[in-house]
């Protein structure tokens, strides 16, 4: 299949886009950074996902399946950015689709859609609410790209439309939510809380994403690795020091002596589980992740080190 890939120049576009020619089809992509050593066979345009010139790529290439990996996150750009990317590219890529014939669309959303509480239940299906707009406001932006994409699913029902919703990554690039939080020497825990982490190799997470192409697959889908362990288990694992500190003290520490910087709203996260249930994705698609979680946060340990 021609396949367009938005984001492609991030860690995991990268990866799928060579899974993906791997597996026989045409790749190509837009993003705004440079792919450097990208191979020859993938055609990479330097654009903003949001300009007309965007369009241009999808009138010229007319790909049958998108991934839509253009997304920032708290760390990459403030607020109104966030929100002009995530939102409004999410919202121009799905009319380009819907204009030019695209046949499948995927949209890679995260796992903290779903949001961090005391009263949420352990395991999230794809029907749960979208509770980290109150648990988690910094998510808003991402929250309503996922609700955007999803709307695709009865706008155009012509187009196979799929949200993924992927749990945390972590591997050998150190990049990401969770590598970032880990990279310190000194990981800050709330005391009193030891909630348990899910996450899934960056390859993994890559070949899951590729696996949805070519199949007609509609609808919502979590999508996940190993089992997930207790944070004070994978902070030792990861070779780093776990650092328990009462909740006040601790809000007040992100981002200073040493700490990662996070966000306020990232506290409930590091109190309370957020675990998927990926199940139906597993279904559909036959996936199952090739590295569990001890080999996962070696990767991550040996190239932190």
Known sequence: MRVLITGIAGHIGRKVAQVLVARGHTVSGIDRRPWPDAPKAIEIVAVDIRKRAAEDVFRRRRPEALIHLATVTHFQADLEERYRVNLGGTRAVFEHCHSWGVQEAVFVGRHTFYGAAPDTPLYHTEADPPLAVSTFPELADLVASDLFAGSALWRWPEMSTVVLRTCYTLGPSLTGTLATFLRPRRVPTVF?????????????C????????????RGTFNVAGPQPIPLSLLIKMAGRRNVPLP??????????????????????????????????????????????????VASFRWAAT
């Open 247 to 296: 909740e006040p003290l601790l809000a007040g520490l992100l981002g200073r002596f040493g700490f990662a910087a996070l966000p306020r709203g990232a506290v409930n996260h590091i109190k309370y589980p957020c675990v998927i249930d990926a199940r139906a994705f597993r279904e559909a698609t036959g996936f199952a992740p090739e590295f569990d979680e001890a080999q996962t």
């Open 192 to 204: 009193g809380f030891d909630p348990l982490f899910q996450f899934m190799h960056e390859d993994d």
């Open 206 to 217: 890559a070949r899951a994403i590729a696996d949805t192409v070519g199949r007609g697959m």
